[in-house]
């Protein structure tokens, strides 16, 4: 591909990050205000992604909705960055837990992600919280899989050797040398999670688990909409569509940074 | 081969021991208290102590683990409390839709995936390259259920060329079923084609990367055979693994595109009961589909041996 790509995804994520950062600020209704006697308006200079089905602002419910999706989605990361890396690592580093943690995380992913995100916020009561933590248990042990198999790989080079030759510690060489070396593919997994969490967070709302109405949410708004599509198709093309931009600019990042990262692997 | 297949089988064990602890946890370690929720508020005390014996919520933790784990390995998954039927009866009155389902969405994704990721390999760079690229990109950011309400406004309520929603199984209309399998079928069958395209390209570029491959471009053999013999059937491990792998998005998306589509399947049952709290049925269905997961992992496991003569003498 082209470096003219190169800038493309940067931009599009530059642009949502900078849109839902600043979006409710530009975005004066009030995603919640019902006004009856507009509903169903096609998108115009006064709204410009139209109204719903209760009259209220479809731009304005896009733009937080979105907000919250990236909220969800940063959170959701954290964690999995936070637990998953240190589990991986130190599975990677100490080989005699090893096996029995794997062996755990092997059993948690054999239930399919989303089923166990939707059955965890469904149990644990829909909320926020309960969505971020039920999405990042859902993720934890694939990135826990993915820092293992790095520290692993960075262990076996000669300079770990040659660090330990100079007499560093254990948990000294871990945290200075092998660790950070071992970063680049947490991090191209992290933008590919980033994405899952906000098609997940969707999901959830979709089916009713997630963010509950009347506050926004790309997923919630789509499911809303569903019975409106011939007679109002903004009603799912804008949030959708947002939704779609978003999660393709991340999954984009992660193809280019990992080819950026990795320069062993060709393709 | 048969140590391989025996050592295959008891690395299974660990698994399922774990999917079951995690199942039975979900769905018992959860604040509030499911009696309540389940007897309504208008519940008197002795109501509610009588519903918590009759679930036998009144024993302590580890006891209730050991007393479900006896059942579920009877093939016990406890009753439904809204259905007034075993959880097991349920699933396997619902398995039929969802079998099909999966199975064509999944037929769908390979068909269309596994050459269109080959061909982007074998054209590395090229237009074909990009387009394939572009087009699983775009597959795997759309969500299943935003595919499936657009697949059904333009193809079921713009055109009407296809049922909007429902279900009909073969034994009641015949192949007149096929009509309304083909917009969930499409949607799941888009999704596993987004899937399988991205990792059968990198799977075979690894493989037209490695020296062999040259060696024998080098010797003269011919490009088409060079393919057939030497890279697919170096990259039908990976590919095979890929597919597996993609059987977690496949059984995810038959529990969205079944509720979308109202399919009367297990994916629809696992939802619905997700909606009521109906603890027995939501432990039921996600053990059921992480079961499945790991057999069909597990069956995969197995079948390397056929692809990979290295495996057999071990």
Known sequence: MTRNTNKIE???????????????????????????????????????????????????????????????????????????????????????????????????????????????????????????????????????????????????????????????????????????????????????????????????????????????????????????????????????????????????MGDKLQDWLDPYQEG | MGQYVLKRLLAAIPVLAVVAVTAFFITNVTPGDPVRLIVGDFATEAEVAQMRAKLGLDQPLPIRFGLWLQRVVRGDLGTSLFLQMPVTHALVQRLEPTILLALSGQFLGVLLGIPLGTAAAMHHRKLIDAGAIVASLAGISIPSFLMATLLVSVFGVQMGWFPVAGYRSFSEVGFGAVYYLVLPALTLGLMQMAILARMTRSAVLEVLHQDFVRTARAKGVPRTSVMLKHVLRNAAVPIVTVFGLSFAALLGGTWIVESVFAIPGTGSLAVTAILRRDYPVIQGTILFAAGIYVFINLIIDISYAAFDPRLRDR
């Open chain 1, 10 to 252: 940067f931009l599009l994520l530059s642009f949502i990050l900078l849109f839902m950062l600043f979006a409710p600020f530009l975005a004066d209704q009030n995603p919640r205000d019902i006004a009856p006697q507009k509903r169903l308006q096609p998108p115009s200079s006064q709204h410009w992604m139209g109204t719903d089905e209760f009259g209220r602002d479809v731009f304005s419910r896009t733009a937080h909705g979105g907000r919250t999706s990236l909220l969800i989605g940063l959170a959701v990361i954290s964690i999995t960055i936070l637990v998953g890396t240190s589990v991986g690592a130190l599975c990677g580093w100490n080989r005699s837990i090893d096996p029995y943690i794997m062996r755990i995380f092997d059993g948690w992913m054999a239930f399919p992600e989303i089923i166990l995100a939707i059955s965890l916020a469904a149990v644990w009561g829909a909320g926020q919280y309960v969505i971020i933590f039920a999405i990042a248990f859902a993720y934890t042990p694939r990135m826990a899989r993915v820092a293992r198999g790095a520290v692993l790989n960075v262990k076996s080079r000669d300079f770990v050797e040659a660090v330990r030759a100079l007499g560093a510690k254990d948990l000294y060489a871990l945290l200075r040398h092998v660790l950070p070396n071992s970063l680049a593919p947490v991090v191209v997994q992290a933008t590919y999670m980033f994405a899952a969490a906000i098609l997940a967070e969707a999901a959830l709302s979709f089916l009713g688990v997630g963010i509950q109405p009347p506050a926004p949410s790309w997923g919630g708004m789509i499911s809303e909409a569903r019975d409106y599509i011939p007679v109002a198709p903004w009603l799912v093309l804008f949030p959708g569509g947002a939704m779609f931009i978003a999660v393709l600019a991340l999954n984009l």
